[in-house]
């Protein structure tokens, strides 16, 4: 029993290192995102969106309004009845008022228009935003095996040079004396040339990378490295399965729009109603200076009052056939557009799981050709090295130089296979992160 909790808890300490480490890649995937282009507009583009929805959802309930009114007023009253009067009246009026207003049924429709976008735009931006990530991803692990295969493939054609650098100092001595054909000089001369050219098209592609993600590329490399080690192989029937969760999703969302559309025509040919519920506040004090038949009197008063209020307006267009029928055209063409746009973010989701799933068999096959292959060589390499140490002859004229271009061959299938495995496990890489995703 000790022993089966004592493996138990070592599993669980190995499980928990590997997650850390693939949480620790995926970080790692993020911040290199951040120089990506196309998804940070993508970024940009669904919160910008998102943003201004809220805005707009936040405004369409009840406005409230707060006010304050004051005003001090000084008049002159003169009045003639059995006597003459003459006021002096200063009075100080103060007013607080606390308002509710709505809108429902708008005859604009600019509400309806702009909510019915806004959901349309959000879910076709949330889409893109997820496929983003994942193709930045592929990019940027396109970008890491260019650059690999670029500081490879440098260092490979630079052995290859040395060697035909010293083919041509051996010919030059040959000519020299006349012992050697003109045409294999000029042959060997455009073969330098034309790998002279071929250094310079890769050392502009390493630079191009390397000024793009700096020191960056090595550590990435690092870190994919230790992932290649942590995992084998895709599990493409559970990647089918959180597409289908995806389409799912992107179905439900869609149904919740078709019937906020379907809604809207239930009050299409209602009037536009305005709705104000207010409670007031009011004091008001008053000095009176009266003149009365020469004689003089003061007298004060004061007013507080305290109400509700309410109002309602009903507003309907001059032009009611026309405002109606636009509005309906309105509707139909939503209901039109939310089609399309669904059968357009389906298609992308059925086409990034046949890209993912159909690159994936074609990077297993290719490892497992280019594997084979650097085996062969390999083995040829080993038994060209036993001949060679047995008996140098056995090779020919130039033994040394014809092993050293056998050892360049098996290099190159080397290279050719650990490319093919990085194409690979990019793959399984997506497959996993678009699993972790969904969860």
Known sequence: M?????????????AGCLLADNVEFQQFIHEMLQQNSDYQQ?????????ALSGIDNSVNWFDINLSYQQY?????????????????????????????????????FDNTADDINYKMNLMRY????????????????????????????????????????????????????????????????????????????????????????????????????????????????????DIMLHLNKLNA????????IKWRYSYLFLPEVNLTLSYNWRKTKQNWDITENSGENEMIGHQ???????????????????????????????????????????????????ERITFYQEAKLELKRKTRLYDLYRRDLQLQQTKFEEEPTLLGDNPTLKLNKKAIQTDEAELDMKLAEMKYYKEIFLMNCFEEETK
Not at 306 to 332: C, H, M, Q, R
């Open 2 to 14: 000790i022993k089966y909790k004592l493996v138990v808890f070592i599993l669980l300490i190995v």
């Open 72 to 108: 001090d007023n000084d008049y002159t009253r003169t009045q003639t009845l059995s006597h003459l009067e003459d006021s002096d009246v200063n009075e100080k009026d103060r007013r607080w008022r606390v308002e509710l207003e709505r809108q429902f049924f708008p005859k604009d």
């Open 304 to 354: 507080d009052e305290e109400y509700p209020e309410g109002k309602i307006e009903v507003s309907l267009p001059f032009n009611l056939i026309g405002n109606n029928s636009s509005k309906l055209s309105l509707l139909k063409s939503f209901e039109y557009e939310l089609d399309y746009r669904y059968r357009e973010l389906q298609q992308d989701w059925n086409l990034f799981r046949l």
């Open 42 to 50: 993508a970024v940009s583009r669904f919160y910008q969106e998102k």
């Open 126 to 241: 949330d889409q893109e935003l997820q496929l983003a990530y994942f193709y930045g991803c592929s990019d940027l692990f396109d970008d890491l095996t260019d650059w690999y295969e670029a500081a490879q493939k440098i260092d490979i054609l630079q052995k290859r040079l040395d060697i035909l650098y010293q083919q041509n100092e051996l010919l030059e001595e040959l000519d020299l004396e006349n012992l050697i054909d003109p045409e294999t000089m000029i042959a060997l001369l455009e073969e330098i040339e034309d790998r002279e050219d071929e250094m310079y098209d890769l050392k502009e592609v390493y630079n191009e990378h390397f000024n793009k993600y700096g020191n960056s590329l090595n550590a990435f490399f690092d870190q994919f490295q230790l992932y290649i080690q942590q995992h084998h192989a895709a599990d493409t029937l559970q990647f089918s399965q």
């Open 253 to 260: 969302e869609t149904r919740k729009i078709s019937h906020s």
